[in-house]
C-alpha cells in the first residue's frame, strides 16, 4: 500500500505566544485524529518554517492545506508560487465559509452569550483589499444569519470597527471570524471595550474545535480523492 501524503498545514503565522500555541494545538488535535497521516506545520509569514522550505523538507507526496478563511494573497500568489516548484505537492481549497466553520462561531456565541436576548449580531473578519475576500466574509455572515434567523451585518478590521459596534443595536455580540489570537483579536477587543463592555460582548477566535479538525482532513481527502498524478490549478 502506498505511504499517505504528507499534510502539510499552512498557517499565516503570529508573533503572538497565544495564537502559536492555539495553531500548534490544533495540529497536535488533527494528528490524534488521524495518526496515520503524516503531519507537518509550516508558516506563510512571520514564522518558521515557511512552506517553500516545508515543501523542500518534504519531497514526497504532500497536499497543503492553506489555514486561512478566505482567498487573498497567500491563496492566489504565494502558496501556488511555492508549490510550482514541487511536483507531488496539491493544494486543498481554503477553509471558510464552509458550514463547519460556521457551525464553531454558533458555538463560540453560545459559550459567552448571556441571559439577556440579543439584539444585534455582528461578524467581524480581518478584511482584506482582494474583492473576493469580501466576498467569502459576505457568504459567511450570510450563512451564520440563516443559522441564528435574524441578519447578521459584516464587518473588518480595515473599518471603523469601534463605530460600526456603536451604531449597533444593543446589546451586541461579535462572531469573531478569526483563526487564532493575536494582534487582530486583540484590537477587536479593544473596540468592543471602548464601546462598552455592558454593551459589546465578543467570542473567542474558531481555535481549536473538533469541527476545524474535521474539516482540515476534509480538505486533505479531497485531495487525496482526486489523486495526485496530476498538477492542482493555479487558483
Avoid at 498557517?11 to 494545538?25: C, D, K, L, R, V
Avoid at 488521524?34 to 509569514?45: A, I, M, Y
Avoid at 479593544?190 to 464601546?195: E, G, I, K, M
Amino acid at each position: 500500500m502506498p505511504a499517505m501524503p504528507t499534510l502539510l498545514v499552512a498557517a499565516h503565522g503570529t508573533a503572538s505566544a497565544a495564537g502559536s500555541a492555539t495553531t500548534a494545538a490544533l495540529v497536535s488535535a488533527v494528528v490524534a485524529a488521524r495518526p496515520q497521516v503524516p503531519v507537518s506545520l509550516c508558516f506563510l509569514d512571520v514564522a518558521a518554517p515557511r512552506l517553500a522550505a516545508a515543501l523542500a523538507a518534504h519531497p514526497e507526496p504532500s497536499v497543503v492545506v492553506p489555514l486561512l478563511l478566505s482567498t487573498g494573497f497567500h491563496v492566489l500568489e504565494d502558496i501556488p508560487a511555492a508549490v510550482l516548484r514541487h511536483p507531488l505537492a496539491r493544494v486543498a481549497h481554503y477553509l471558510g465559509p464552509d458550514p463547519l466553520v460556521i457551525d464553531i462561531l454558533v458555538d463560540r456565541l453560545a459559550a459567552v452569550r448571556g441571559p439577556a436576548p440579543v439584539a444585534t449580531t455582528v461578524l467581524i473578519g480581518a478584511g482584506s483589499s482582494n474583492a473576493a475576500a469580501a466576498d467569502d466574509l459576505a457568504r459567511a455572515a450570510h450563512r451564520l444569519a440563516e443559522r441564528l434567523g435574524r441578519p447578521v451585518p459584516a464587518l473588518t478590521l480595515g473599518e471603523d470597527v469601534r463605530a460600526g459596534l456603536a451604531r449597533a443595536a444593543a446589546p451586541v455580540e461579535v462572531a469573531t471570524y478569526l483563526l487564532a489570537e493575536g494582534r487582530f483579536v486583540d484590537n477587536l477587543r479593544a473596540a468592543a471595550l471602548a464601546v462598552g463592555a455592558g454593551i459589546v460582548t465578543v467570542a473567542e477566535p474558531i481555535g481549536v474545535h473538533p469541527a476545524l479538525v474535521a474539516l482540515v482532513l476534509a480538505r486533505y481527502d479531497a485531495v487525496r480523492s482526486g489523486g495526485l498524478n496530476t498538477r492542482s490549478p493555479r487558483a
